[in-house]
């Protein structure tokens, strides 16, 4: 026996028209927010006039809002969980990048220096919430803008938009160029040396980590290529260089758990007594001569880099887990050497970014 299977028609114009009349009726009656939460072509067509408007083209600058307008302005971001696209994922990090301005910032010794400065600033995002509102991000940090910061402050500035967003993690970064006066080898003269810093304040399961970034700039005078050429000198009175170039370690370390007393200048002072070999700033004939036995006393690998760094962290009881990123521009080669030590967990990592090591490439 054959049974007829329904036939779905096609609504006519009339149908239509009769749930579009519908619709009208019932946003007649809600207010704004109701409108604006429905799916956006829909609230488009509430709030669209029977007939395409003449625009005006000038801009109003005598127009003034008040509280009435502004709730009846879209905000996609905080829709339902309807509007969200892909899956309906938890995402780690999503905020804002490189957003500037500057910042006055506590030093170990003398007054604070106003540097710019660029901010990370990250949320976490539930799966079933479609976005965040970015600027709150920023508005939450500028509330600190005026302090003199320290990770203290930063904890603050945290607090504000963890707050403000409604998320469980976040995360702020702040890099800036540190400069320090630095005096020649032997002329006495002085000049001012900058270090890429970053300074990171994490939170995850309500487990807060302060975290200092540092980029080491120093000279790497191969130990292999130095004794090669004074073999040439000593078996065949042959004038020969070894190889040299600089090279850039960056130095993560994480603050151990009740200790805040570390500085910035106190990780550059440590990265000097590992690898002594910074490159130099101001420099006469006499400082150029110096650095070339300063060299000459202190050859390296890159893997020996990496370890003399280490053992000088290690000692350090304000530091937690670390990694160092070591890399050789090498003059010999026309390919850099490079290097990672991790200690601990926060830094340990199977996969590291493609780009990783041409980010250490440091210009004068």
């Known amino acids: 026996m054959n049974t007829a299977k329904p036939v779905k028609q096609r609504p006519d114009h009339a149908a239509a028209q009769a749930a579009l009349e519908t619709l009208r009726a019932w946003a007649a009656q809600a207010d704004a927010a109701e409108v604006a939460a429905m799916e956006p072509a829909v609230a488009r067509v509430l709030a669209a006039e029977p007939e395409y408007p003449s625009f005006k ?4 600058a005598d127009f003034q809002i008040d ?18 696209k892909g899956s309906k994922q938890h995402i780690q990090h999503v905020g804002i990048s490189n957003f500037r301005l500057p910042v006055r910032f506590k030093m170990r010794e003398g007054d604070p220096l106003t540097l710019e400065t660029s901010v990370t600033g990250t949320v976490s995002l539930e799966a079933e919430k479609k976005g965040i509102n970015m600027s709150r991000i920023m508005r939450s940090f500028y509330k600190h803008a005026q302090s003199t910061f320290s990770f203290e402050v930063i904890e603050a500035a945290l607090d504000d938009y963890i707050t403000d967003l409604e998320s469980f993690d976040a995360r702020i970064q702040l890099r800036f160029s540190l400069p320090m006066k630095i005096s020649s080898l032997r002329s006495g003269l002085e000049g001012y040396q900058y270090y890429d810093v970053a300074l990171e304040l994490v939170e995850v399961a309500g487990v807060r980590q302060r975290i200092i970034h540092l ?23 042959q004038l020969a260089t070894p190889h040299s170039q600089r090279s850039v370690a960056r130095i993560s370390v994480l603050l151990a758990q009740g200790q805040d007393d570390l500085w910035v200048e106190d990780l550059i002072e440590a990265c000097r007594r590992a690898v002594p070999t910074e490159t130099q700033v101001m420099v006469k004939r006499e400082d150029e001569q110096a650095f070339a036995e300063l060299n000459a006393a202190n050859p390296i690998f890159v893997e020996d880099a990496a370890r003399l760094f280490c053992e000088q962290l290690s000692a350090d009881p304000r530091i937690g887990d670390f990694r160092i990123v070591a890399s050789h521009q090498e003059s010999l ?24 090591f041409n980010t250490l490439f440091h210009i004068g």
């Open 333 to 356: 080669h026309s390919h850099d050497a490079v290097s990672i030590l991790t200690q601990g967990p926060m830094f340990a990592q199977a996969s590291i970014d493609p780009k990783l």
């Open 57 to 60: 083209r000038d801009y109003p």
């Open 215 to 237: 980029d080491y700039v120093y000279s790497s005078t191969c130990p292999c290529s130095l004794e090669l050429s004074e073999h040439a000198r000593a078996t065949r009175n």
């Open 67 to 84: 509280g009435a307008y502004k709730a009846s302005l879209p905000d996609l971001q905080n829709g339902p969980s309807s509007l969200i």
